[in-house]
């Protein structure tokens, strides 16, 4: 399967490790706006130079392209999917879907319009963590979920625009627990209520911590509370978890799942074992997907439901109220 990967600087990195380590995927050719970029990655990675394009456009009319990889900004999103989808050719696009939720729309409709496949990198539903705590939540016999606490806590220096972004916290970040929450609970938030704020020594022009509430269906509670300018005591990147159930606690602490039954000793959960993480894990659904016809989880028609939920917690936090969340068209 031939790819074209739309963007390597910055998170392309991870894709072209990816795609060059696949035994599925390789490339075809790449496109990248900076040519400093481009000229640095060549090198880096071996690169044919001659077929890094300037344009999206120009790379589908010079060489053969079974699927788009979009490593763009957020902002460039709406616009280079669009192309694909309307030249059918599917897409795996990097998180968020888009940089507005009408732009993600416009996204969905395209999809839906052309029929070709739209795919969202929701890479940390495949972290082994993850994984051993979803199996856990389906398999320890705990009884209903009331309440899920979630910690995330970190201070990166990435610099670029996601010091620009109004909610670099929830946009950027955030949508990762979002879309988890939807994963681990199998259910859709039906209201949300957050503050947001910018501790005095944030390097972020716009609003790094937050902390927001979330009811979602089947009278489940989740307590989210994070901040990206955080000054010590680091989470790990997949947050600090805990579901409180009928029969016990199920937690994912420092990466480690545990499950507490009620008067019973702690039982830590062997990982569990698999072939693919990350963004290998979601490469190879792609290439299953797109040659195979097998649907996958984290196409633009579910994955706007998680991208919801992240514009409806920043109406919250821009008008202090709860928002009920609106139904979306998938």
Known sequence: ????????????????????????????GFVEVNQTIAQQQAEKYGLDPARIFP????????????????????????EVSILALEASVPVLSEKPLADTLGAAQDIVDAANRTGVLHMVTQNYRYSIPALTLKRTLETADLGRIGAVTVEFFRGPHFGGFREEMPYPLIIDMSIHHFDMMRYFLALDPIWIYGRSWNPPWSWYNGDASASVLLRFEGDVTVSYNGSWCSQGMDTPWNGQWRFECERGVIALRDDQVTVYRTGEAPEPVEPVATERVAQSYLLHEFYEAVTMGKPPATTCQDNIKSLAIVFNTVQSFETG??????????
Do not use: C
């Open 321 to 330: 109220a709860p928002v009920a969340v609106a139904a979306v068209a998938a």
């Open 55 to 78: 344009s999206l456009a120009e790379a589908l009319n010079a060489v053969p392209v079974d699927g788009i990889i979009n490593v763009t900004p957020p902002q460039f999103h709406r």
């Open 1 to 28: 399967m031939k790819v074209v990967q739309v963007g390597i600087g910055g998170m392309g990195n991870a894709w072209l490790r990816a795609v060059q380590a696949s035994p599925e995927v390789e490339y075809s």
